[in-house]
């Protein structure tokens, strides 16, 4: 199994629709959740972190399931600037307490179309 | 711009040759990290440092990649040997907890892309 699984898609949508994406990690001591965004040839950036009690910036939800070891990103009324592909990222602790080395997930490509 | 750096962009080089690449953080962040993307690929971990201490490596990393970061500044990653598998873009990202920010809040630079041909 993969630490972090992503549906890679790619989700082609209109403007104005509303896209989810899923991700899945399997060390149930992960404690950071991020979204992060990459444009294409570029580098990834931060999008938004991820909270047990859900969070939202903007047209962006996050939300969290521990139990299920589950996040979602949720874009509503999409733009064209949102094409890009989002990247699911975990933290791995280590034994000795560091907070550790971040795990992606393959991504996800989004193509919002006029 | 104070954000991370890299250089050089792009290398192309011959198999069996040796590479290094260098990553300048952002001023005052004390963690920096080594990630290699190959295409249609996350970012894959491969080390990382808290100021000159190297305190996690990734068992992908075979004997043939060193990194260092001797003053806490710049880090420098050497590929011995370079196999036409290491084609890919190697990241670099830098980090702090000032500022209010955790470690995982990493900021990426644009990367070196290496070709072995």
């Known amino acids: 199994r993969k630490e972090v699984e992503q549906d890679p898609g790619p989700f082609n949508v209109p403007e104005g629709a509303t896209v989810a994406f899923n991700c899945t990690y399997s060390n149930s001591a992960s404690q950071s959740f991020f979204w992060y965004r990459q444009d294409c040839r570029k580098e990834p950036k931060l999008l938004m972190s991820?909270?047990?009690s859900g969070n939202e910036d903007g047209r962006f939800t996050a939300q969290l399931n521990r139990a299920s070891q589950y996040i979602s990103l949720l874009i509503r009324d999409s733009k064209l600037s949102d094409s890009a592909t989002y990247l699911c990222v975990v933290n791995f602790p280590s034994g000795s307490g560091n907070t550790g080395k971040l795990i992606f997930g393959q991504g996800t490509t989004l193509q919002v179309k006029p | 711009d104070t954000g991370v750096s890299q250089n050089p962009r792009h290398k192309i080089t011959k198999r069996g040759q040796n590479v290094t690449f260098r990553c300048d953080p952002i001023s005052e962040h004390n963690r920096l990290y080594w990630y290699r993307q190959t295409l249609g690929q996350g970012p894959e971990f491969l080390t990382y440092?808290?100021?000159?201490?190297?305190?996690?490596k990734s068992r992908l990393l075979s004997d043939r990649f060193s990194a260092e970061r001797p003053k806490g500044s710049f880090s420098t990653l050497e590929i011995q040997r370079t196999e036409q598998g290491d084609s890919a873009m190697y990241l670099c990202a830098s980090s702090s907890k000032r500022g209010g920010f955790s470690y995982n809040e990493q900021f990426f630079g644009p990367g070196t892309r290496l070709t072995v041909l």
């Open positions: 440092f808290q100021n000159e201490a190297q305190l996690e």
């Open positions: 991820v909270y047990s």
